[in-house]
């Protein structure tokens, strides 16, 4: 048995962590836009990235050059996403990476994340001149507030969360998490940096199986528009300070938290004013759910609509059954349609009245809801979530790079 509590601290909430947000001029101004957390206690740092297949430089630097080494520092810079930038960015990060270890002997295997614009180089000189404001011991209680601000692009808020993991004998550990992410989030572990400390002492043969399985409860399930990004990436450190451990107390506690922040991303969606989740039931299997789900929390037509709050089933259906064309099993004689709770359409039969549609849109209007797909074919099950689609998203995407 175990109890799960609520914190303050963020990443640093776990003992043996520090982190803070430096300002190096990468977005003008004062403005926070470089991020680092400090593993007291050096570790293995696992990680799971991107499918797409144009991994960005950084990506690649930590297969290449630390995957299964301890690390003790991890540097985030926003702005830049180095990807598409060849050998040069490669070098890059470990011409920053040199220089960061050469004015703080302490870090040792530093790891490089990065998010902005795609193709262009790091800015690498104004980066190297900030990180004398790093601080490997500083720990004020706003820092790690400081350090999920820093890391954040097009996000309107700080996303971090943390818990502490009670156990029946008394026992105690810790899990902080921060992510950024806003736009270019699709349903393939989505597109945002995400990193985790605990000081669980965690079985090493255990960590990759929890952390996959959280990710695909919580950031594979969620859709802003639909592109992938090439510089995904979810990040796992462990101190072991704690010396106090459950498996199921810890997948749990990460679960919640991944969920919390895949909720908050999807919440900040750029332009979104509601989350809506797509549960569709009565699949052939589970994959098959899957693919319905997911189509639906991505299409720009159903988007649309929820961001209009029009309650036009009509592209809910068509959405399902262009899934027809990919080999799903899907048949409109079996099919059930309800949305924030009632019932639109049943096998072959239209509920949609204009009193129906009145009370539909109003629910649309009032926040989060639900639209529920039974398909009618068996017993796949899953839950995509997803937000609309308005003119704020084209605005910031129509000069994101100015």
Known sequence: MFEILSIDGGVCAPEGFVADGICAGLKGGD???????????????????TKNAFRAAPLRYFIEHVQDKESNFILINTKNANAMTGKEGMEDIGEILA?????????????????????VRLPKEKIISALGKISLNAKDEDAHKRAAEAIMTTDSFGKEVAFMVKLENGESFKIGAMAKGAGMIAP????MLCFITTDAKIDEGEIKEILKECIQESFDRISVDGDMSTNDSVMLASSGLSNAYDKDGFKYGLKMALQKLAYDIVRDGEGASKVVSFRVSGAKDDLEARYVAKALSNSLLVKTAIFGGDPNWGRIASTIGACGAY?????????KISIAGILIYENGRIYFSKEEEERVALK????DFEVHCDLGMGKG???????????EYVRINADYRS
Request: hydrophobic fraction near 35%; charge should be negative.
């Open 31 to 49: 403005r926070l836009d470089i991020g680092y957390i400090y593993m007291q206690r050096p570790c293995k740092v696992h990680a799971y990235f």
């Open 327 to 335: 080999g799903i099993t899907c048949d409109e004689e079996r099919l």
């Open 99 to 119: 220089s960061l270890c050469q004015m703080h002997k302490e870090v040792q295997n530093p790891i490089m994340c990065s998010t902005g614009v795609i193709g």
């Open 188 to 191: 393939s572990l989505a597109t």
């Open 364 to 367: 649309m209007q009032n926040g």
């Open 381 to 391: 099950e899953y839950i995509a979530l997803g937000c609309d689609l308005g003119h």
